[in-house]
């Protein structure tokens, strides 16, 4: 016989559906933690193009006639200070609320064994050690006095043949095959002497050896002394960073960066790069340090390389957070477009919610597309929000042991790698669980999709799902920060930080730290080794220290890309200096690993 069920009201079913919806929408939530796959993205919308301009060749310079510095030569004028977006108020009580653990994360799992570090015997990460060796390291610039306003802030470019490395106050060429200084170090003022103003002063260097191109690209900011900023760029005439004929080796080229009133300057300026274009995004304040958003640029290459003219395109507040809450859409404070190499079919551009004091999963993945015709038609640039599968926080200022002074770290991406499909990120969260709050970093391996031509030509962003994202060397009370993620063709990882652990029986500063990962590792999984979590490291222990009040927000990798020399990365950053007389110094290192 069949039993007919008993009636429900639609009101009753529609509260069953809901609470289901809730109960799985919670535990996404939590899943999200620590977890792969396709994630929901919001529908993409496209930029207005803000304004285009063009950047006049302004002279050339020649590194024959530069001189060189000489040991414990600083610049000029002192580098500008670092700024937030929030008020020393406001970043003040976020700060006591997440030393407590309040409106933070919870660290997705904690790492416990860390301090069994791999010997420098270890076969080769082609080989299967689990952490990339190190096959040099070499130190680059004179250590410098810390002060609250001069972190070294790396950049770092390499060919078969040189390694070129910056800080805000110089340009130094090494040689790849020993890390031994070639040619400088040169002050950033000289290496821009055509164009530099009087009183001026630098920070933020970027760097790219354009192997599609075969030309060194470097890009500063230059300060006035009113608080206004130019982006310089300098372009190499030939592959060489120091041609020694005709001699006059960069074309230098400077455009004012007052993009959002005339009182603005961009600051923590990002470097991208693909065949057709340079992208360079920054943030921007007014003279009286008050964030006013973001701006995107984007130059011709090709007028860049061969012309005395570069035509350049500028999209202003295009790349937002998830939250809504500053009159509509809240700009990204930190963004970041891809170091790209090959014909790809767009230039990418990530951010984060870091900046805004708030918990948060969201990656806003966006793309540059129609680059082809970039001298003569402006690019399309479309953006949207992605759930990028860990939940994540600003992070707390590191503390340093021996009573040292705290300092604050750098927020949200610095540099991205596009390569096989994948999108290469990190940045620095803090976490709590049940023994305190710390920092550690976020890595995310993200492949990030366009529309077809159909529904739009040119393409539009369609969404970034995490192929796998997590956290590394969570320790309550240690502090790891300037995250580097390198990928493979073939899917390896390798991963960079700097790390501060004041807790007893660590005592370390400003420790320079990394591991790796193979394709081939369980998803989710960074420098796994029965059990433990394995890494190398470098650094002061013990007595050094840095007195600055802010670490430097740029460290750096790059890879030589020729197959003669594949699998080697040079890396660069800085950590607390090993003066013999233990003044607190800032020291930098370039150091090349093995990645594969």
């Given at each position: 016989m069949r039993v007919r069920p008993p009636a429900v009201s639609w009101r009753i079913a529609a509260s069953v559906v809901i609470s289901l919806v809730c109960v799985l929408a919670l535990l996404g939530v939590v899943g999200a933690q620590f977890s792969n796959g396709n994630r929901a993205t919001s529908k993409a919308t496209q930029a207005t193009l803000s304004s285009r301009g063009s950047a006049r060749m302004m002279g050339t310079v020649d590194l024959r006639n530069l001189p060189a510095m000489k040991a414990g030569q600083t610049t000029s004028a002192p580098g500008h200070a670092s700024r937030d977006r929030m008020t020393q108020q406001q970043r003040a009580a976020y700060?006591?609320?997440?030393?407590?653990?309040?409106?933070?994360?919870?660290?997705?799992?904690?790492?416990?064994?860390?301090?069994?570090?791999?010997?420098?015997?270890?076969?080769?990460?082609?080989?299967?050690?689990?952490?990339?060796?190190?096959?040099?390291?070499?130190?680059?610039?004179?250590?410098?006095?810390?002060?609250?306003?001069?972190?070294?802030?790396?950049?770092?470019?390499?060919?078969?043949?040189?390694?070129?490395?910056?800080?805000?106050?110089?340009?130094?060429?090494?040689?790849?095959?020993?890390?031994?200084?070639?040619?400088?170090?040169?002050?950033?003022?000289?290496?821009?002497?055509?164009?530099?103003?009087?009183?001026?002063?630098?920070?933020?260097?970027?760097?790219?050896?354009?192997?599609?191109?075969?030309r060194w690209i470097v890009t500063y900011l230059e300060w006035t002394p009113g608080?206004?900023?130019?982006?310089?760029?300098?372009?190499?005439?030939?592959?060489?960073?120091?041609?020694?004929?005709?001699?006059?080796?960069?074309?230098?080229?400077?455009?004012?960066?007052?993009?959002?009133?005339?009182?603005?300057?961009?600051?923590?300026?990002?470097?991208?790069?693909?065949?057709?274009?340079?992208t360079v995004t920054c943030v921007e304040f007014d003279t009286s340090n008050v964030f006013k958003g973001n701006t995107t640029i984007v130059l011709d290459k090709n007028s860049l390389l061969n012309s005395n003219t570069a035509t350049y395109y500028?999209?202003?507040?295009?790349?937002?957070?998830?939250?809504?809450?500053?009159?509509?859409?809240?700009?990204?404070?930190?963004?970041?477009?891809?170091?790209?190499?090959?014909?790809?079919?767009?230039?990418?551009?990530?951010?984060?919610?870091?900046?805004?004091?708030?918990?948060?999963?969201?990656?806003?993945?966006?793309?540059?597309?129609?680059?082809?015709?970039?001298?003569?038609?402006a690019p399309t640039l479309t953006c949207g929000l992605n759930n990028l599968g860990v939940s994540y926080a600003d992070p707390l200022p590191a503390q340093q042991f021996g009573g040292h002074p705290d300092f604050t770290v750098g927020l949200g991406t610095k540099q991205i790698y596009y390569k096989a499909g994948r999108l290469f990120v990190s940045f620095t969260s803090?976490?709590?669980?049940?023994?305190?709050?710390?920092?550690?970093?976020?890595?995310?391996?993200?492949?990030?999709?366009?529309?077809?031509?159909?529904?739009?030509?040119?393409?539009w962003v369609n969404g970034a799902p995490s192929a796998q994202a997590s956290t590394f060397f969570f320790i309550a009370g240690a502090y790891s920060y300037n995250p580097t993620l390198m990928g493979t063709d073939e899917g390896d990882m390798l991963l960079t930080f700097n790390q501060t652990n004041p807790t007893p029986n660590h005592t370390s500063n400003s420790l320079v730290i990394w591991t790796g990962r193979k394709a081939t590792d369980a998803p989710n999984t960074m420098g796994q080794d029965a059990g433990t979590f394995s890494y190398k490291s470098f650094g002061a222990i013990g007595s050094e220290y840095v007195a600055a009040s802010h670490w430097s927000d740029y460290a750096a990798c790059a890879v030589p890309l020729n197959s003669v020399t594949r699998g080697k990365v040079w890396c660069a950053g800085d950590f607390a200096g090993e003066d013999p007389s233990h003044n607190p110094t800032w020291s930098t290192w370039i150091y090349e690993l093995r990645l594969e």
């Open positions: 700060y006591v609320q997440a030393q407590r653990g309040a409106n933070i994360p919870k660290a997705p799992h904690v790492d416990p064994q860390l301090a069994s570090t791999r010997s420098t015997t270890d076969p080769k990460f082609l080989g299967g050690a689990i952490v990339p060796p190190l096959l040099l390291n070499a130190p680059t610039f004179i250590s410098q006095p810390s002060n609250a306003t001069s972190p070294p802030d790396m950049a770092l470019a390499t060919d078969l043949s040189y390694v070129m490395a910056g800080i805000d106050a110089a340009v130094g060429i090494y040689r790849a095959t020993n890390g031994a200084l070639a040619y400088g170090p040169y002050t950033a003022d000289s290496f821009f002497q055509p164009i530099t103003h009087a009183n001026d002063t630098f920070s933020d260097p970027q760097m790219n050896y354009d192997v599609m191109r075969d608080g206004l900023s130019y982006l310089d760029i300098a372009v190499s005439t030939s592959n060489s960073p120091t041609q020694p004929a005709p001699g006059a080796q960069y074309h230098e080229f400077q455009i004012p960066t007052t993009f959002l009133g005339s009182d603005t300057a961009c600051d923590y300026q990002t470097l991208g790069i693909e065949y057709y274009s340079l500028t999209f202003n507040n295009a790349v937002n957070t998830s939250l809504n809450t500053c009159s509509g859409p809240c700009p990204a404070f930190r963004l970041s477009p891809a170091i790209e190499d090959g014909v790809q079919d767009g230039e990418f551009i990530v951010a984060t919610d870091t900046g805004y004091g708030v918990t948060s999963s969201n990656l806003t993945p966006c793309a540059l597309t129609n680059l082809n015709n970039v001298s003569t038609t803090a976490f709590t669980s049940q023994d305190g709050a710390g920092d550690a970093p976020v890595w995310a391996e993200v492949q990030p999709q366009l529309s077809t031509l159909a529904s739009h030509s040119p393409q």
